[in-house]
């Protein structure tokens, strides 16, 4: 994953959450700032697991869904159906969890497991 558009996207991802006073957008209030993490070998692993599955389905011509992925997954872009344009979206477990709202719950693996 390392040379992979992705990984350098997510090398370079500033989070921005803010608090928005009412629904017309017209204040919002500076919550917190995160750099991406790509450090932390258990996040890691797990990144490069959703992309994995990802990439397997895209080499063997399968069509990407958005129930694809733990912590991140496909979707098109723009106007919905027929689109052939994709982007990677983070799921709100991994935005929580990077915003130190929420740790992330790996299913009890080690990160010694989740790298082999």
Known sequence: ??????????????????VHENTRDERSILHSLAEFDLTDAVLHAALRADYET??????????????????????????????TSRAF????NLVAHLLNITP????????DELLT
Request: hydrophobic share 35%; proline share 5%; aromatic share 6%.
């Open 89 to 92: 979206y983070a799921r709100k």
């Open 54 to 83: 990802i990439r397997a389905a895209l080499r063997q011509g399968e069509p990407l869904s958005g129930r694809m992925g733990v912590y991140i997954q496909p979707r098109t872009k723009g106007a919905g159906h027929g689109s």
């Open 1 to 18: 994953m390392r040379t992979a558009y992705l990984y350098n996207k997510l090398r370079k991802t500033l989070l921005v959450a803010r």
């Open 104 to 111: 992330l719950k790996l299913g009890g693996a080690s990160p």
